[in-house]
């Protein structure tokens, strides 16, 4: 059965702290992907890795930058949290080769910055 | 700005019923279409996709109907059942972009006994 962890459900931190959020998947997946998700915006692609070490900006990058040391493994790092980067955030990955392949995505994390 | 819209943030429907969710896109390089739907505190999982040379895709109370010169696509669930009850997403993949989906906001399904 395919599965996305990621490691937090709820996390709360505060403004100026640095954030990582760690997804980890277990089909052998090439391209990973973090989203965020706000009410009224639907999910917004934040930065994708299409394999280690490689990864493209997405729609919102600014305030976020990302990590893959390897293939199973997508961190997403907050340098500096702000406020208005409390939203969900989900990670999602896909077989390569095909970019027709559905994402499947883990459960999202939390986050709330104060 | 927004390329693929889900102009109805929330619909109701009565159980048994057909549920009709809409989806409209601006960007004319997408030709692969596909449905998420999400429960509370779980991530979007999915339901059924539709590339651009097909009008209609088929899986089971699911239908996708894709009309490329109106650029609109509606999922279609019937009979709807209290447990179709979630938040349904449209997304889109452009021809020339790789893997990275487009998202619409959603719309929140209510399926009522």
């Known amino acids: 059965d395919v599965k996305v962890t990621q490691s937090s459900r709820y996390l709360v931190k505060r403004t100026g702290e640095k954030v990582f959020l760690e997804c980890v998947q277990d089909m052998d997946h090439e391209n990973m992907f973090w989203y965020r998700q706000d009410p009224g915006l639907g999910l917004r692609l934040i930065y994708f890795?299409?394999?280690?070490?490689?990864?493209e900006k997405g729609d919102i990058p600014e305030g976020y930058s990302v990590s893959r040391e390897k293939k199973e493994r997508f961190s997403l790092i907050l340098e500096s949290a702000s406020t208005n980067q409390t939203s969900m955030y989900l990670c999602?990955?896909?077989?390569?080769?095909?970019?027709?392949?559905?994402?499947?995505f883990g459960p999202g994390t939390r986050l709330t910055v104060l | 700005d927004q390329q693929v819209k889900q102009n109805s943030p929330s619909l109701s429907v009565q159980e048994g019923r057909i549920s009709i969710l809409n989806c409209d896109y601006t960007?004319?390089?997408?030709?692969?279409f596909l449905w998420y739907k999400k429960y509370p505190a779980e991530g979007p999982t999915f339901l059924i996709s539709?590339?651009?040379?097909?009008d209609k895709n088929e899986d089971g109370r699911f239908t996708v109907f894709l009309n490329k010169s109106a650029k609109h696509l509606s999922l279609h669930i019937v009979p709807s059942q209290p447990g179709d009850s979630a938040v349904y997403f449209c997304a889109a993949l452009p021809s020339n972009s790789g893997y990275a989906l487009n998202f619409g906001k959603g719309t929140s399904l209510l399926v009522t006994p």
């Open positions: 960007n004319s390089m997408f030709d692969y």
């Open positions: 999602a990955s896909s077989p390569s080769g095909n970019p027709y392949n559905e994402q499947f």
């Open positions: 890795s299409y394999d280690v070490k490689m990864k």
């Open positions: 539709i590339s651009s040379i097909k």
